[in-house]
């Protein structure tokens, strides 16, 4: 079955920086990949999604991911962190085939005035 | 259209009672997943709907845990005798069809409380 790493499981930056957070996933055949931002108190809202194609995708609020299929890693950027990005962040890995899909256990992300 | 509600959006017990928490799908959606978030954790997978096929029961931590989905819709999740270690956010979140669509939709989460 699949599975998936989130090296890092809190990271602070300051508001204008650059971010980028970690997911490495295991599966053995092509992955579907997900980044998925939950705020405090909220559910979980999808950022972006890969399925095939260019492994630069593109999301809501800014962010972008890029697929490594050498790496196994799906890993999530924005160029200027907002103070409202301040959430709890979770890739995700499935399989097409049955939609067993397989959550990192999440970083969360403080952002510092 | 509608998404994924859940129903309380928090509840408080006491420790050895019985509780139900309730997941109304987005319309279409013939998969159903219950995933429980504890203080500080990520998401852990309880069970798994899909359509008229036998549930992926794989998650559930205890035999105080089942769930069931009527009519290919609602479903509830129902945790007997109640322990504190079950504090924690509840959530639900529903998909298309497997071939059909993978992305999971989420409700916003039934927080229980176990005094």
């Known amino acids: 079955a699949q599975s998936v790493t989130q090296p890092d499981i809190h990271i602070t930056v300051s508001e204008g920086a650059s971010l980028e957070l970690r997911c490495n996933y295991s599966?053995?055949?092509?992955?579907?990949l997900f980044w998925y931002v939950q705020s405090p108190g909220q559910g979980l809202q999808l950022l972006l999604k890969y399925f095939s194609g260019d492994t630069l995708v593109q999301g809501i609020k800014g962010f972008e991911a890029e697929f490594k299929r050498s790496q196994s890693s799906f890993n999530l950027r924005k160029p200027s962190v907002h103070w409202s990005d301040a959430a709890e962040y979770f890739c995700a890995v499935g399989a097409w085939a049955n939609n067993d899909m397989r959550f990192g256990a999440g970083t969360r992300l403080t952002v510092k005035p | 259209g509608a998404g994924v509600s859940q129903s309380p959006s928090n509840k408080v017990t006491e420790k050895g009672k019985d509780v139900e928490l309730r997941c109304d799908p987005i319309s279409g959606h013939t998969a159903l997943y219950w995933y429980r978030q504890s203080l500080g954790q990520g998401l852990e997978f309880l069970i798994y709907f899909q359509g008229n096929s036998a549930p992926d029961k794989s998650g559930l931590p205890s035999d105080r845990f089942s769930a069931e989905r009527t009519g290919g819709s609602v479903s509830t999740l129902t945790i007997q005798r109640t322990q504190q270690e079950d504090s924690a956010v509840y959530l639900c979140a529903s998909s298309l069809e497997p071939r059909q669509g993978i992305e999971q939709f989420f409700g916003p989460g039934t927080r229980l409380t176990v005094l």
């Open positions: 599966y053995g055949a092509t992955p579907y």
